[in-house]
């Protein structure tokens, strides 16, 4: 019996073909669902595009920022079931034309059903970089504690006093730079006290994750409610009240003492929980359910 083929498409916007957020949620996410779903579905790739009808489009965070109410319209209108995949951004003004509202954090997931009650909301937590568990093979350095932080580095809480044992390795979100990869097996704790920025909403846990499959610890403020929601209330590099420098120096000095110890290993088997959790399966079989 014939069974007619479900076109499921990424939708990217050009201006943001190589922003992070276009090719971990456009190009690498669109990978896993083709793995996912076989010969069940056609997974594409591409640019937004008027003319795509009766499929089912996944909108990308730079791809919402460019589509008007006018070409949504039209979308919906050709038969395109419409994903909006917001990540750590407030809905745009158009998510009317939404048939389903993705979130990439378990934050995001609850708070999109509260505020949107009459829209789908499904939930695909973000994945890793697929070439960091190659880029991470092997040990980690059991010397010493050696603490690294990986991303834009105007996101984090740096200071001269922090960086006297925290190496900032900056990751350019807004282009492609694999660099940093090769820097991975040089530190065994991942560093991720965020300053706050007005444009934080729900940041997913990516450094969570990849601090996971580096197989490394990870030091962050408890106030950071979605990597409580991964870490547990009880693991032990959670950083109370203001993460000021004060606070954060003397924390990394408790950790360097820690460093081997059992709580070190406990913490290290709460991050290979996370590690199996978010793992390229897991991730995989999450997209498939929002996409059937």
């Known amino acids: 019996m014939f069974r007619r083929v479900r076109r499921i498409h990424f939708v990217y916007a050009e201006e943001f073909k190589a922003a992070g957020s276009t090719v ?14 076989g010969r069940s579905a056609e997974v594409s ?16 965070k730079g791809a919402l920022k460019v589509a008007t109410a ?15 995949d917001v990540v750590d951004e407030a809905p745009p003004p158009t998510t009317g034309y939404a048939d389903a509202l993705v979130a990439a954090s378990i934050t995001a997931f609850l708070d999109l059903q509260r505020d949107h009650p009459a829209t789908e909301v499904l939930l695909v937590n973000h994945h890793v ?16 504690l050696r603490a690294g932080y ?10 001269p006093a922090i960086e006297k044992t925290v190496t900032p390795v900056l990751v350019d979100t807004s282009r492609q730079d694999p660099a940093w990869l090769a820097r991975v097996p040089e530190f065994n704790l991942h560093y991720a006290v965020r300053r706050f920025r007005g444009a934080d909403l729900h940041k ?15 030091l962050i403020q408890r106030s950071q409610a979605e990597a409580v929601h991964w870490l547990g209330d009880d693991y032990p590099y959670l950083i109370d009240g203001e993460p000021d420098e004060a606070a954060i120096t003397a924390e990394l000095e408790r950790v360097r003492a820690d460093f081997g110890s059992p709580a070190w290993s406990a913490g ?6 996370i590690r199996e959790r978010t ?7 999450e997209v498939a359910r929002a996409l059937a």
């Open 24 to 37: 971990m949620r456009g190009e690498q996410l669109s990978r896993l669902a083709a793995d996912a779903l």
């Open 129 to 144: 970089d697929p070439r960091l568990d190659a880029a991470a093979a092997g040990d980690r350095p059991t010397d010493r």
């Open 279 to 285: 793992s390229r399966q897991r991730i995989a079989a």
């Open 45 to 60: 790739y591409g640019p937004l595009d008027d003319g795509v009808r009766n499929a089912t489009l996944f909108l990308t």
């Open 268 to 273: 290290l088997e709460t991050m290979r929980g």
């Open 204 to 218: 997913p846990f990516l450094k969570g994750f990849t601090a996971a499959h580096a197989g490394c610890n990870i």
């Open 70 to 84: 006018e070409r949504l319209a039209g979308l919906k209108a050709a038969g395109n079931r419409l994903l909006f």
């Open 150 to 159: 990986f991303g834009e580095l105007v996101n984090a809480v740096l200071t």
